[in-house]
């Protein structure tokens, strides 16, 4: 008689089950002694000691050491050739500031009806005249007051030393000043004195040069980065999603608007406080008025500290004029530092720079113990970028969880 179809499909006894035997375990995993949960004198499940050690031992000793090592040694093939270019790394990084500096003068110019292509030729051709008149006007007044002032060194020394304030120190302090500075003197006349000089001096030939290479460098990188800012954010914000794309553009150009703002800002602070110097300095009948003019642009690119840095620096440097000079030129200085915080200061950066003073002091001191005076200059624009990412980005979505995770 043929089975039906429930004999068919209904299976035999025993079919499904597994025959009984030891259970295996998976290779590499912690083997583990099992037993039946539901067997109240069996011993609760062990972890071997072998186990444990497979827990923290790699699947591949050999083969994970070598991908380590390598892993290692491309770390230290990369530190190596970034250490290599940093110069031009840090090129194209002041290329990118000066860039972001100038293009909000581009953008006033966009906003009085002028395209944007004719306000970065009008803006470009700007910047080549200034770098034109620094080239060919700033650097030979400062070669020349340079000089101007080594020359008399050996005059400016002996009137300083027959000087009644002089005199007076001298007595004060118990000490001959007048044999100390002889001695220098001698001592920079012996062979090996001269030597380390003229080795001193060659590198210092070799860093001009290689001043004037980066200075032109940074130069046409600026052009480029004002010429061509658009499409580089056009392009970064391509490499975000498509539905984050609105967003990152908006934030992208509030960043960069910041940066532009505070790095401009700074410069035009920076050339007033030249300015300022320079007049002060002829007034005083300064020797070198041109130099400490710009030595004044560079330091007072720090804010709220390059000010103060340079009023000592100042000071010192027409002391040799006369104290007198030197008394007129701090208390005048002085008095133009309260200015520009409560008058200056606001109307040029306005709200560019709305970054706490605490947070200005910290980030210039990081940027300088890292990069030194260029890392201070820098260190204003990235504290503010950070700062509009936390406001835009991290305190929003912060603000959106308003319920607890579940645990």
């Known amino acids: 008689m043929a089975p039906s179809i429930i ?13 009984p035997g030891p259970v295996r375990t998976p290779r590499y995993s912690p083997r583990v002694d099992v037993t039946d949960p539901q067997d109240p004198v069996a011993p609760p499940t062990t972890l071997s000691r072998w186990g444990r050690l497979q827990r923290v031992l790699p699947a591949h000793p050999l083969r994970s050491g070598f991908a380590v090592a390598l892993g290692v040694l491309l770390a230290m093939a990369l530190a190596a050739t ?6 031009v790394l840090m090129s194209i990084f002041l290329g990118v500031f000066l860039a972001l500096g100038l293009d909000p003068a581009v953008r006033a110019l966009e906003r009085r009806g002028v395209r944007r292509p004719i306000g970065v030729a009008i803006v470009a051709v700007a910047f080549l005249l200034l770098v034109v008149a620094i080239l060919l006007v700033v650097v030979p007044a400062i ?3 340079l000089a101007a002032v080594v020359v008399g060194a050996p005059e400016t020394i002996e009137s300083m030393q027959q000087s009644q304030w002089y005199l007076d120190l001298e007595r004060n302090l118990g000490v001959d000043l007048s044999a100390v500075v002889a001695e220098g003197v001698q001592s920079l006349t012996t062979l090996s004195s001269f030597l380390t000089i003229s080795g ?8 001009v040069i290689g001043a004037v290479s980066s200075f032109v460098m940074v130069s046409v990188l600026t052009l480029y980065f004002v010429a061509s800012l658009e499409s580089i954010k056009q392009s970064a914000a391509r490499l975000v999603p498509a539905y984050r794309r609105a967003s990152f553009s908006r934030l992208l150009d509030e960043v960069t608007s910041s940066v532009g703002g505070v790095v401009a800002g700074g410069v035009t602070l920076s050339s007033i406080n030249a300015a300022v110097v320079l007049v002060l300095q002829l007034l005083v009948g300064s020797p070198a008025p041109a130099v400490l003019a710009i030595a004044a642009f560079f330091v007072t690119l720090v804010p709220m500290i390059g000010s103060l840095v340079f009023l000592v620096i100042g000071g010192i440097a027409t002391l040799f004029v006369s104290p007198t000079a ?6 005048a200085y002085f008095a133009y530092i309260q200015i520009e915080a409560y008058v200056v200061t606001p109307r040029v950066m306005g709200r560019a720079a709305a970054v706490p003073s605490v947070l200005v002091i910290i980030g210039a001191m990081i940027g300088a113990t890292l990069l030194g005076l260029l890392g201070a200059l820098v260190a204003i624009p990235i504290t503010a ?14 603000d959106s969880e308003t319920t607890p995770p579940i645990e």
């Open 7 to 19: 004999e068919i499909a209904a299976p035999s006894p025993g079919a499904g089950e597994r025959p």
């Open 82 to 87: 970034i250490a290599g270019i940093s110069t």
């Open 143 to 145: 070669v020349r007051q």
């Open 200 to 207: 001193g001096v060659l590198k210092a030939g070799f860093g």
């Open 326 to 331: 030197a008394l007129i030129f701090v208390i």
């Open 385 to 398: 970028s950070i700062l509009i990412v936390i406001r835009q980005v991290w305190i929003p979505r912060q």
